[in-house]
């Protein structure tokens, strides 16, 4: 399958914005998706993921209650809604996909990624 993710862009602090992930040339519909990101020196980290049948997403600790997770199947769409964004959420945004859903936050999981998309949140 492959990804593309869009949708980054600049935004001040306190400020929302929507990355999308398309998905073509497999069965959108066996995977989990997860979204990870990397800040400037520092590791790629997850950050949300949602199960193929859209339902029982997880969440970094950092982004629970302000980022939100969706899918759309018919579509072949994933979104990752961001809101109440501060400067240390700028990275680059990944989506990428997995068929081991009991590993969703385990980056080493996925076996396709799309390239990244940029988010600078300033203060």
């Known amino acids: 399958v492959q990804l593309q993710a869009s949708g980054g862009g600049a935004v001040q602090a306190g400020g929302s914005l929507r990355l999308s992930c398309a998905a073509s040339?497999?069965?959108?519909?066996?995977?989990?998706i997860g979204w990870f990101r990397q800040a400037p020196g520092k590791e790629r980290e997850f950050v949300h993921a949602?199960?193929?049948?859209?339902?029982?997403?997880a969440s970094a600790d950092s982004v629970k209650g302000r980022f939100t997770i969706s899918r759309d199947n018919a579509k072949n769409m994933v979104y990752l809604q961001m809101n109440s964004l501060k400067p240390e959420d700028t990275a680059v945004y990944y989506c990428?996909?997995?068929?081991?859903?009991?590993?969703?936050?385990?980056?080493?999981?996925?076996?396709?990624w799309g390239q990244g998309t940029e988010l600078t949140v300033s203060s």
């Open positions: 949602i199960r193929s049948s859209g339902g029982s997403a």
């Open positions: 990428a996909a997995t068929l081991w859903d009991n590993k969703r936050e385990d980056r080493v999981a996925y076996d396709y």
């Open positions: 040339g497999g069965t959108f519909t066996l995977y989990t």
